[in-house]
């Protein structure tokens, strides 16, 4: 049962176990996951619980108008928006509950996906920028598109201890590793900390180096080296990042952000990103946590410019919809 309190969170009932710290639930396993958005106006509450397994929660103003079946014990019990009142205009605030490791790769590629990593295509990245409270910290703009990936030989040749590179294909989550030197790598893959020659680590995708995409103050070479080689062979239930960035760039900048559970959610949105849709269309979704607004941007990388352009078209043609339903009751 689910009932809603004077402030719109919605929160379990009294019988519900307490809730417990953010991350995964194991006995739902690893691929459990529940990415919540959060749109608000001055006059509508449209809260949507958007997965593709488990649920859709639609609230307007104080009632329920659509529930299907949830199967978690426990829902978030504060407002995920950070909505301020002097804000007349939409935004979207995403949180991500009991998320798993998105970049898994599959051992095995087919040809088809072979293909699909020669002819990946930097034009169809999505440029963002992410800001904390109003100061860049992350930027993908179309200079950083210009350059382009490199091939595994080259991008060895290229890199230096304690670089951070991303391997890209098509459809699939960018996988982020460190360089320690001797072209060997130390990256998170399916849960374990691992030390690979940067080829096998890349699985024939191609890949870039990514040093300045975040923008804070790097760590020296032999920090950075070190901080990884130290979590080499490091496995579950050890490990405390989320994806393969957020446990390369920890290494690289040292920031407890990055890690799971390294910022307390107070209902807050300190975090915003920034989408450029086109030349003169921009949008901001809003956010608790730095490890959200990764957790996000790696599925826009996944999805593709056109597809998230589309979705969010779509996400707020829908919420117009809904408010001027309720507008006119």
């Given amino acids: 049962m689910i009932c809603q309190n004077p402030h719109h969170s919605i929160i379990p009932n009294s019988s519900s176990p307490k809730k417990r710290r953010h991350g995964l639930r194991p006995e739902l396993g690893s691929k459990a996951g529940l990415r919540v958005t959060a749109l ?20 307007m103003g104080n009632q329920v108008e659509k529930l299907t079946h949830l199967n978690y014990n426990e829902l978030p019990t504060t407002d995920p928006n950070g909505f301020d009142l002097e804000d007349d205009t939409p935004r ?32 169809n990245e999505l440029e963002s920028a992410v800001y904390y409270r109003d100061e860049c910290i992350y930027e993908r703009n179309s200079r950083f598109g210009e350059v382009g990936t490199l091939s595994c030989e080259n991008l060895a040749n290229k890199c230096k201890p304690g670089d951070l590179v991303e391997f890209v294909a098509i459809g699939q989550y960018p996988h982020w590793a460190v360089c320690v030197g001797d ?10 900390i691992k030390c690979d020659f940067l080829f096998d680590a890349s699985q024939g995708k191609r890949g870039r180096i990514v040093n300045e995409l975040y923008k804070f103050r790097a760590l020296s ?8 080689t130290e979590q080499v062979g490091m496995k579950e239930p050890d490990i405390c990042w989320k994806n393969s960035e957020c ?18 959610r107070i209902g ?11 030349e003169k269309r921009s949008h901001v979704l809003d956010f608790q946590s730095l490890e959200d607004v990764i957790m996000e941007k790696r599925r ?26 309720y507008n006119c009751n």
């Fill in 92 to 123: 979207i605030g995403v949180s991500y509950i009991f998320s798993a490791d998105d970049d898994e790769q599959e051992e095995n590629i087919d040809e088809t996906e072979k293909e699909d990593v020669k002819h990946y295509d930097c034009r």
């Fill in 247 to 264: 446990f390369a760039a920890w290494c690289r900048f040292g920031k407890r952000e990055f890690k799971t559970g390294g910022e307390i």
């Fill in 183 to 192: 072209q060997q790598v130390v990256h998170l893959h399916r849960n374990e």
């Fill in 221 to 228: 070479p032999d920090v950075v080296v070190q901080n990884a």
């Fill in 268 to 278: 807050k949105q300190p975090y915003k990103m920034k989408l450029q849709l086109s």
């Fill in 40 to 59: 608000k106006y001055p006059l509508c509450d449209l809260y949507r619980w958007d997965t593709k397994l488990f649920t859709r929660v639609s609230v």
């Fill in 300 to 325: 826009n990388d996944q999805m593709g410019r056109e597809a998230v352009v589309q979705e969010l078209e779509n996400h707020l043609n829908c919420t117009e919809d809904a408010e001027n339903d």
